[in-house]
């Protein structure tokens, strides 16, 4: 009896989760004039949302929010300098704008 009640929770954690893929946003750095690919993965599950931001390939920063939250910020660093990421919207419209050292470099829409 116990068995075919975790395979149906398993199944049910399972079945919820979605991922979506933004657009991606490039920025060249004046300092370094290194240019720097953004994109980001939004996923979504049971237990709330997970946003991934990525640069140039690699993970950034990650944060997770409830699902009654419209927004997340997010805060990490490249090349020295502080990178925010605000993401929000809703289930139409979800975009992250991400901004180094206070200037906007990228608007990520999902």
Not at 62 to 87: D, F, I, N, Q
């Amino acid at each position: 009896m116990l068995r075919p009640l975790i395979l149906l929770l398993a199944l049910f954690l399972s079945s919820g989760c979605t991922a979506l893929y933004s657009t991606a946003d490039t920025w060249t750095s004046p300092d370094s004039e290194i240019i720097y690919q953004f994109n980001a993965e939004y996923r979504t599950g049971t237990t709330g949302r997970l946003i991934i931001i990525y640069v140039n390939g690699h993970k950034l920063m990650a944060g997770k929010a409830h699902y009654w939250s419209k927004r997340l910020t997010m805060t990490s660093e490249l090349e020295g300098k502080p990178v925010a990421a605000e993401c929000g919207g809703n289930d139409e419209k979800r975009t992250c704008t991400i901004t180094v050292g206070g200037d906007k470099v990228a608007l990520l829409k999902f």
